[in-house]
């Protein structure tokens, strides 16, 4: 297929060179001339989002609902100009009002849209191994799955539209609260003088195991390939994890859900941030507990 991808940074760029790897035409969109010429190295074209409506499919990796809405809504929008029938794939993680706004434009134009934000880092982006929870009719959702099984190894179709947004920041507020547990535990036992290794291994296959442990260690050396051993740097921004926890917030509130871990979760996260820490890996949260 000929797949538009709209917007290249650390989650979307790596996604978009599966789809290549996977035998798909791509045509790479985004601000940053550089992701563009990357991708284009890789094998794709590049091209404008108004090119994009010449595509089959287009899948789209935002940082907000307002450039969601900007790029598919209004008359000049992208819903405006694709074709009838064409399948778009918007896995950005927005609020679930935004993402029924474009489900309903998408469907008053003919086009099957699905709103399916990701879990799994950048590592999970790189290795195709990411977790896609959709949401949408089920006739959208069986024609997005062969193009996000090109990028994903788990694809679920959470529920009608905008479930899979609700889903999603349901999934992170969950994150955010095992992240801040496992920096402060291992910072205790760090003070004890444990070797945070050894800790972790031992945390790892008892009652307090979690995927960070697992999978994200926020100690620098501890496990190579994570974002702490590389200078907190090309994985999943310390901002976008307070931007979701707002986004649950905003859900919790609309249905009267109590969330107290999670608010105090977006409390840290907050106070993380406002030291100059929103660029980093949210696994950086670890400098708040060493204070």
Not at 83 to 104: F, P, Y
Not at 147 to 158: C, E, P, R, S
Request: proline share 3%; aromatic share 4%.
């Amino acid at each position: 297929m000929k797949i538009a991808f709209i917007g290249l940074g650390n989650m979307g760029g790596p996604m978009a060179k599966n789809l290549l790897k996977a035998g798909h035409e791509v045509m790479a969109v985004d601000l940053n001339t550089q992701a563009v010429a990357e991708l284009v190295e890789a094998g794709a074209s590049a091209g404008s989002a108004d090119d994009a409506a010449q595509c089959e499919v287009v899948v789209s990796m935002l940082p907000a609902g307002r450039h969601v809405a900007g790029l598919y809504l209004g008359e000049t929008g992208l819903l405006a100009k694709l074709a009838e029938g064409a399948l778009v794939i918007d896995s950005s993680t927005i609020d679930a009002a935004t993402a029924k706004k474009v489900h309903e434009a998408a469907r008053v134009a003919g086009i099957d849209f699905v709103d399916a934000p990701v879990s799994g880092g950048t590592a999970g982006a790189a290795a195709g191994t990411l977790t896609f929870i959709v949401g949408g009719s089920d006739q959208a959702f069986e024609r997005a799955k062969p193009v996000l099984d090109a990028m994903g190894a788990n694809i679920f179709h959470a529920g009608g539209d905008g479930a899979g947004q609700v889903a999603k920041i349901c999934n992170n507020m969950l994150l955010s609260v095992l992240m801040a547990g496992t920096c402060e535990s291992l910072k205790l036992g760090m003070a004890h003088g444990l070797d945070p290794k050894v800790l972790s291994d031992i945390m790892k296959v008892s009652s307090g195991g979690n995927w960070v442990l697992e999978k994200y260690n926020p100690v620098p050396g501890v496990m190579e390939n994570a974002p702490a051993s590389k200078g907190y740097q090309g994985g999943f921004m310390s901002q976008l994890m307070s931007k979701d926890l707002e986004l649950a917030m905003g859900a919790a509130g609309e249905v009267a859900a109590p969330v107290p871990m999670g608010a105090l979760a977006r409390s840290l996260y907050q106070m993380h941030n406002k030291k100059g820490n929103g660029t980093k890996d949210f696994s950086s949260l670890l400098a708040l507990f060493e204070e």
